[in-house]
Structures are given as structure tokens and as C-alpha cells.
């Protein structure tokens, strides 16, 4: 994917929405898991998308939040918790979302944590892009 500001503010944006969506779905009792955290974890990887671009590092498309990680942290960023915590989100970018599998151990509150710890991380990095 070919770097750019404009990508970078426009992917904090979805990223913005994909963390509402998993603020209300989380509240939600009836609704699974799986789809909740779906969210949280597009938010982060919509982020982490988002340092990307602002960075002006080319990336291959890709759902897996290490190997975004990575590429952030080869430019000399380090992520703002460790890489293992977005371990626990990764699955649910696609086999958790079609799948009633038994769901890794994550709570509402720690997707929320890592999500919105991302997001203000995400924000200031792509401010101080500008």
C-alpha cells in the first residue's frame, strides 16, 4: 500500500468508528464475543495502518497486527505495550469471525485497553507527521 497523510487521517477515522462499534457491542450482552472483538481489533489494525502511512512505509496488505507491528517497530517506533498483547486480538481479524471457537483469553476491558491505548498513540504519532 502506497504511503500518504491523507490515508493515514482517513484510516484513524475508521479506526475511530471500528472502536465505537466495539464499545456498543461489548455493552450488549446478546451479542457474541467474537464479533465484538472484531472490532476492537480492526481498530488497531486500522491504526496501526494509519503510523504506516504517516511514516511513509510501504506495507503489503495484511490482517495480522505483528507483522503491522513489526514493520512499525523497524522504523525505530516502539509500540506503546508489548507485541504479545496483540496477540490475544489477532484472531479475530478472520478465524474467530465465522467460527464458534473457544475465544483466547481477553477481556471487554483489556480489547478496550489495547484498542484506545492504540488509538491515542496512533494520533499523536500521525500529528506529529503533519
Known amino acids: 500500500m502506497m504511503p500518504s497523510l491523507e490515508e ?10 471500528d472502536l465505537a ?8 450482552p ?3 464475543r467474537a ?3 472484531f472490532h476492537a481489533q480492526q481498530a488497531v489494525e486500522k491504526c496501526l495502518k494509519a503510523i504506516l502511512f504517516a511514516r511513509g512505509v510501504e506495507f503489503h496488505r495484511t490482517h495480522d497486527l505483528l507483522q503491522l507491528a513489526g ?15 496483540l496477540l490475544k486480538l489477532n484472531p479475530f481479524a478472520v478465524e474467530l469471525r465465522y467460527d464458534d471457537q473457544i475465544i483466547p483469553r481477553l477481556s471487554d476491558e ?4 489495547i484498542a484506545n491505548r492504540t488509538l491515542a498513540w496512533a494520533e499523536a504519532l500521525v500529528a506529529k507527521a503533519q
Not at 21 to 28: I, Y
Not at 71 to 85: D, F
Not at 110 to 113: Q, R
Open 21 to 28: 462499534a466495539f464499545e456498543l457491542l461489548a455493552a450488549n
Open 30 to 32: 446478546g451479542i457474541r
Open 35 to 37: 464479533i465484538a472483538f
Open 71 to 85: 514493520n512499525i517497530e523497524a522504523t525505530g517506533i516502539a509500540l506503546p505495550y508489548q507485541a504479545e498483547s
Open 8 to 17: 493515514a487521517q482517513r484510516f484513524l477515522g475508521l479506526a475511530k468508528a
Open 110 to 113: 483489556e480489547a478496550s485497553e
